[in-house]
Nanobody
Framework: QVQLVESGGGLVQTGGSLRLSCVAS????????MGWFRQAPGKEREFVAS????????YYAESVKGRLTISRDNTVNTVWLQMDRLRPEDTAVYYC?????????????????WGRGTQVTVSS
């Protein structure tokens, strides 16, 4: 059974930084595409970033390019989201997701394993 556990969320001021972590268990980690998604109050869950299995190829939502960085270490079953120059509009619950399928790594529908999420709040 796949388990994804996020950590690292919190309250930060505009312009600040946070680093989210997601540890996976019950998986052969390098078989999985990993993604980060977020959901703000009253809004649908949206794509933030994803990283492919072993190539390290990354994808980002336009709104976070140049500010957020996804990375992974297959030896410790962990994916990170480094968040810099945060803005109030980045406030959301951030979810880690994993899939062994192939397809559009930006699509929420590709992912069939989800963590419980971690809250990120950016104050103005």
């Amino acid at each position: 059974q796949v388990q994804l556990v996020e950590s690292g969320g919190g309250l930060v001021q505009t312009g600040g930084s946070l680093r989210l972590s997601c540890v996976a268990s019950g998986v052969i980690f390098d078989h999985y595409i990993m993604g980060w998604f977020r959901q703000a109050p009253g809004k649908e869950r949206e794509f933030v970033a994803s990283i492919l299995r072993s190539s390290g190829t990354t994808y980002y939502a336009e709104s976070v390019k140049g500010r957020l960085t996804i990375s992974r270490d297959n030896t410790v079953n962990t994916v990170w989201l480094q968040m810099d120059r945060l803005r109030p509009e980045d406030t959301a619950v951030y979810y880690c997701a994993a899939t062994a399928s192939s397809g559009n790594a930006r699509s929420l529908r590709l992912y069939d394993n989800w963590g419980r999420g971690t809250q990120v709040t950016v104050s103005s």
